[in-house]
């Protein structure tokens, strides 16, 4: 019992220990964004001699956050619904009418998911310029529908493998149709995995920095992370500014985050039973 109350107790340790190391970074950019530049560097863990929101000030008019934080929030809102409404929509076809056509393209998208971005990024450039979506929304809106649907497919898919098909059967029998069934009893019984692609792709989209620099070049198309990347070039490192940057963007991620975490270890979890 002894044994056992010690063993417990260093696991919690380290895991403090751990949870404090990943918090590490948040606390540097918190503080650093209440600090004077020549301070940062200076006094990089310590409390702020002068407390200052002038950097939140100037980094909002710097980067033109209105304007960003609009690009921003089209491109991810668009993007995650596509990519609850398509996947699960073909999982529910791959999962209720068996194949062997199916079967073959479920395993397709899953050998997608180790194919990396760098092999398909100049194909992907090429085709988003021939179909004149370059510098649209729309153009990395279709991307994150590409790079995105395959874990989706198949996270839908493990979780439908455990949902009974009696309460869809009875649904038919009493004159329901096909998009009713789904509209009405599965899309309900997918909302922990729904809740779960919810969070991963919104913090995806919000955070990412590659696509949008590659298939975005116009100022005014530009997201928040490349919005505080113009804060860094050759001659200059505004990271006063950067930091208070950083804090403003990430505070919608965060809401979202803790809004919905409870469903994301289960939804994980449960779509990978028979996932």
């Not at 004149?132 to 529908?145: A, C």
């Not at 620099?213 to 198309?221: G, S, V, Y």
């Not at 113009?230 to 200059?236: K, Q, S, T």
Request: with cysteine.
């Amino acid at each position: 019992m002894i044994r056992k109350a010690a063993t417990n107790t260093t696991i919690y340790l380290l895991l403090t220990v751990f949870s404090l190391i990943s918090l590490t970074p948040f606390y540097i950019t918190l503080m650093g964004s209440f600090k004077e530049f020549s301070e940062i560097f200076a006094n990089v863990f310590g409390l702020p001699h002068h407390w200052t929101l002038d950097n939140y000030i100037n980094a909002f008019y710097r980067i033109n956050f209105l304007s960003a934080f609009q690009n921003s929030a089209i491109i991810t809102v668009f993007s995650v619904f596509g990519l609850v409404l398509f996947p699960s929509m073909a999982a529910y076809r791959l999962t209720r009418v068996d194949s062997r056509f199916h079967r073959i393209l479920y395993f397709v998208f899953i050998a997608s998911m180790v194919v990396p971005f760098p092999a398909i990024m100049l194909s992907l450039v090429r085709t988003i310029s021939a179909l004149q979506l370059f510098n649209t929304h729309i153009g990395v809106i279709i991307s994150y529908y590409g790079l995105g649907s395959a874990f989706a497919i198949v996270l839908y898919c493990g979780f439908l493998k455990t949902v009974p098909i009696e309460m869809e059967e009875a649904a038919a029998i009493d004159g329901c149709s096909q998009p009713r069934i789904y509209l009405s009893i599965v899309m309900p019984l997918l909302k922990p995995t729904t809740a779960t692609l919810i969070v991963l792709n919104a913090i995806w989209f919000w955070n990412d920095f590659l696509l949008p620099a590659i298939l975005l070049t116009r100022l005014q198309m530009q997201t928040l992370p490349l919005s505080i990347g113009f804060l860094f070039d050759m001659f200059h490192s505004r990271w006063d500014l950067a930091m208070a940057a950083i804090i403003l963007s990430i505070i919608p991620a965060l809401i979202l985050f803790l809004s919905f975490q409870k469903f994301i270890v289960s939804g994980i979890a449960v779509g990978a039973v028979k996932g």
